[in-house]
Nanobody
Framework: VQLQASGGGLVQAGDSLNLSCEPS????????LAWFRQAPGKGREFVAG????????RYSDLVKDRFTITKHSERPTTNLHMRALKADDTAVYYC??????????????????WGQGTQVTVSS
């Protein structure tokens, strides 16, 4: 499974941005999807996850009131809508997929497939 992430860019603090992730596989509706991010000099951290039908979500405490992850039940693409962006949100954002269609947790080990990453830079 290949994951194509898009939508990153340079924005100002307080702005909004949408990221998209599209799996390549036709059976991608069986996959749970998630977003992770890695800031310069830091480890990769969980941002948000969503199950295969888009019914169950989970968020990092750092973003839960500002970011929204969505997924249509019949389409494999997942979107991450980010609002009220802060300089601390600056990172490379990675899309990840799990064969366990119900897993929405933060453990990177549960995700077998990873996208190439898209840069989000928030200027203060």
């Amino acid at each position: 499974v290949q994951l194509q992430a898009s939508g990153g860019g340079l924005v100002q603090a307080g702005d909004s941005l949408n990221l998209s992730c599209e799996p390549s596989e036709r059976t991608a509706n069986t996959l749970a999807l998630a977003w992770f991010r890695q800031a310069p000099g830091k480890g990769r951290e969980f941002v948000a996850g969503i199950n295969r039908l888009g019914e169950v979500t989970r968020y990092s405490d750092l973003v839960k009131d500002r970011f929204t992850i969505t997924k249509h039940s019949e389409r494999p693409t997942t979107n991450l809508h980010m609002r009220a962006l802060k300089a601390d949100d600056t990172a490379v954002y990675y899309c990840a997929a799990s064969r366990d269609g119900e897993y929405v947790g933060p453990s990177a080990a549960h995700y077998s497939f990873w996208g190439q990453g898209t840069q989000v830079t928030v200027s203060s």
